[in-house]
């Protein structure tokens, strides 16, 4: 089974800096991955995907992602924190025995909430 | 374009108690999906549609829970005789194939809260 850890339960960075979160996942072939994002008392939002071609992601809110199989990783990586990033983020991998049936079985990972200091 | 909407968004209820959530799709969404959160956790797969079709279960689903969607359109989720650990966040989400490069849209969930 295909299965994503998220290194750090908790972030936090200044308005302003770098934003990295990291995600790995396992996988025995090619994986289709994803970023959500959830704000408060709200559902996930995508914020970007990965399924097959350039392995560097550009999303919404000028966060990107880069797939690296070498290394089983797809961080999320944002230039310059602004205030209103502060959320939920959950790293995703989909599931390939549903896959291969059609259907798009997410497996998430526990997701990294993202403090921002002004 | 309405989005998933999720009904009702919080629910309390005593331990024994059955519930039912119901989430409307996007219009014309074959494929829905029910995801079930806990505090700190990630979502969690439960059962998948598609169109009034139910093609798989989480054994996560208990024979406490069942799923429908009649007609294709809206889906209910019903828990019976709740427990305390049925207390999570169950998120629904909806999607038109695209090939193989479907995108979920999520609702806003409907977190239970079992006493």
């Known amino acids: 089974a295909q299965s994503v850890t998220q290194l750090g339960s908790h972030v936090s960075v200044s308005e302003g800096a770098l934003v990295l979160l990291r995600c790995n996942y396992s996988s025995s072939v090619p994986p289709y991955l994803f970023w959500y994002v959830q704000y408060p008392n709200q559902g996930l939002q995508l914020l970007l995907k990965y399924t097959t071609g350039a392995t560097l992601v550009k999303g919404i809110n000028g966060f990107e992602a880069e797939f690296k199989k070498s290394e089983t990783s797809f961080h999320l990586t944002k230039p310059s924190a602004h205030m209103s990033d502060a959320a939920e983020y959950f790293c995703a991998v989909s599931d390939l025995e549903l896959f291969n049936q059609g259907a798009q079985k997410l497996v998430f990972g526990q997701g990294t909430r993202l403090t921002i200091n002004p | 374009d309405t989005g998933v909407s999720q009904n009702p968004r919080h629910k309390i209820t005593k331990r024994g108690q059955n519930v039912t959530f119901r989430c409307d799709p996007i219009s014309e969404h074959n494929r829905l999906y029910w995801y079930r959160q806990t505090l700190g956790q990630g979502p969690e797969f439960l059962t998948y549609?598609?169109?009034?079709?139910?093609?798989?279960k989480s054994r996560l689903l208990s024979d406490r829970f069942s799923a429908e969607r009649p007609k294709g359109s809206f889906s209910t989720l019903e828990i019976q005789r709740t427990e305390q650990g049925d207390s999570a966040m169950y998120l629904c989400a909806s999607s038109s194939r695209q090939g193989r490069q479907e995108t979920q849209y999520f609702g806003p969930g409907t977190r239970l809260l079992v006493l």
């Open positions: 549609f598609q169109n009034e079709a139910q093609l798989e």
